[in-house]
């Protein structure tokens, strides 16, 4: 069990914009940075937004983070087929370790 | 452009030492973090640890007993053992560069970028 908590699944139809949540407490999300990483089928992870809301470059800026208190969120807008994916949040806990979500499968329908 | 590379055997016997060895290119290991993630088949990922170019090790309370993470800055290359491996650590494992940023001289571990294409380790007899 995961100690940041996302929704195992979301889905969305091409063009709509859909949202992935991230749920942790005080010692982690609250006092750290939020990252998402996308892991497409079959590949590694690759970092999708960095320190809450940074987009490396490359990332299309259809994809944005938000944070707020103990809960972040992934938002995904003009879906596309190619973003059907897990996506997995990220924090460091002030133990100095790094958390990882659950991962959340998200199907383009 | 830096890549990560891992390799290492890809079964293991319980009870034994998994060994794999991530070898960096296109940039040097020196002034980084390197860290290990893992994944076991269709599970999410767990952090098992990183090392800095200077030799300090971070490890997964969880793992901790078990895992030592080194670095050979002559073969630019970083290596993980995990002992005493049983079925639970089947997994991809996956080595990647661990950013930091520095805020007041005080520096912080941060987001990891890039990842190898990982390795698949089954532990069976």
């Known amino acids: 069990q995961s100690v940041l908590t996302q929704p195992p699944s979301a889905s969305g139809t091409p063009g709509q914009r859909v949202t992935i949540s991230c749920s942790g407490s005080?010692?982690?999300?609250?006092?750290?940075?939020v990252y998402w990483y996308q892991q497409l089928p079959g590949t590694a992870p690759k970092l999708l937004i960095s320190?809450?809301?940074q987009r490396p470059s490359g990332v299309p800026d259809r994809f944005s983070g938000s944070k707020s208190g103990t809960s972040a969120s992934l938002a995904i807008s003009g879906l596309r087929s190619e973003d059907e994916a897990d996506y997995y949040c990220?924090?460091?806990?002030?133990?100095?370790?790094?958390?990882f979500g659950g991962g959340t499968k998200l199907t383009v329908l | 452009q830096v890549q990560l590379q891992e390799s290492g055997p890809g079964l293991v016997k319980p009870s034994e030492t998994l060994s794999l060895t991530c070898t960096v290119s296109?940039?040097?290991?020196?002034?980084?973090?390197w860290s290990w993630i893992r994944q076991p088949p269709g599970k999410g990922l767990e952090w098992i640890g990183y090392?800095?170019?200077?030799?300090?090790?971070r490890y997964n309370p969880s793992l901790k007993s078990r895992v030592t993470i080194s670095l050979d800055a002559s073969k630019n290359q970083v290596s993980l053992k995990l002992s005493s491996v049983t079925a639970a650590d089947t997994a991809v494992y996956y080595c990647?560069?661990?950013?930091?940023?520095?805020?007041?001289?005080?520096?912080?571990?941060?987001?990891?970028?890039?990842w190898g294409q990982g390795t698949l380790v089954t532990v069976s007899s």
């Open positions: 320190r809450n809301n």
């Open positions: 005080s010692s982690n999300i609250r006092s750290n940075y």
């Open positions: 990220a924090a460091w806990d002030d133990s100095l370790s790094v958390l």
């Open positions: 296109g940039g040097s290991i020196s002034s980084h973090y």
């Open positions: 090392i800095y170019y200077s030799g300090t090790t």
């Open positions: 990647a560069r661990l950013a930091a940023y520095c805020n007041n001289d005080v520096c912080y571990t941060a987001w990891f970028d890039p």
